[in-house]
């Protein structure tokens, strides 16, 4: 859930790298998902309008524990950390060690945590 | 500190205590990246890694969730998937990941990915994407 989703297309295509997929108009909103750049066709991450007041208190509940909403595996995690920092990214959490994983931890702006990992 | 913050170091301590030996199963788990291709015994790997058999088999389940064989084995199959969307022969791309036995590849591919490698290599070659398939 994204609290304004022309931001989060922003963030999670010209910072995340992924590629938008749809963007239909739906009301004052629109039906957008952005796709990974190696699997166009593969799994689709819903960029969902925050358009429901309960789930707004969660989200925000999610946010003050400092909870992921979602996460992402990447293939080196120290390299990610440090091309997002040049693109402004602040980091809650640096690559920090979890057993076999290495995680890392940034907010998207649009009132979610999303968490990196690489194992 | 944020409550998840404390969780996650709470989880790091309970889980992984000692760290020289989450290195080790790291390492471990490296070594069968770098060579899948070939024969990769348990007794050698557990050996690279100082540990017995039964105690390095415990602790890799511990970290990865699988025995080192179900890792080997999952690394394999998803080689194998990318060397079949470069449109490689069957055949070739059962010894190119380290399996002896092209009945037992076949049969192994099929559980992990739903179809045959015959029919994904197809199904990868028709739509001309991996990801789809």
């Known amino acids: ?42 799994t689709e991450l819903l960029l969902e309008p925050m358009g429901f007041e309960p789930a707004r208190v969660f989200q925000k509940a999610l946010f003050d524990a400092g909870i992921p909403f979602t996460m992402f595996q990447v293939e080196d995690i120290q390299a990610e950390y440090l091309r997002l920092q040049g693109l402004g990214v602040v980091f809650k959490m640096p690559p920090t060690p979890m057993g076999p994983s290495t995680i890392a931890l940034f907010a998207d702006g649009c009132g979610n945590y999303i968490q990196i990992f690489q194992v | 500190m944020t409550f998840y913050e404390q969780e996650v170091r709470r989880l790091h301590a309970l889980m992984y205590p000692r760290p020289e ?40 389940k511990l970290h990865y969730g699988m025995t080192p064989h179900q890792y080997l084995t999952a690394v394999r199959l998803r080689e194998a998937r990318r060397l079949l969307a470069e449109g490689l022969p069957v055949s070739q791309v059962c010894g190119a990941v380290g399996f002896d036995s092209i009945s037992s590849f076949k049969g192994l591919f099929k559980r992990y990915w739903g179809r045959t490698p015959s029919m994904l290599k197809k199904a990868i070659l028709e739509t001309g994407v991996a990801g789809k398939v």
């Open chain 1, 1 to 42: 859930m994204v609290d304004d989703q022309k931001k989060a297309l922003r963030f999670y295509t010209e910072v995340l790298g992924f590629i938008k997929k749809r963007d239909i108009p739906m009301g004052e909103h629109s039906w957008l998902t952005v796709v990974g750049p190696k699997e166009p066709d593969g």
């Open chain 2, 21 to 60: 030996l989450t290195r080790r199963i790291i390492q471990a788990k490296e070594y069968i990246d770098r060579n899948f291709q070939g024969p990769v015994g348990l007794s050698s790997i557990a050996g690279n890694a100082f540990l017995s058999k039964f105690h390095f088999l415990r602790l890799f």
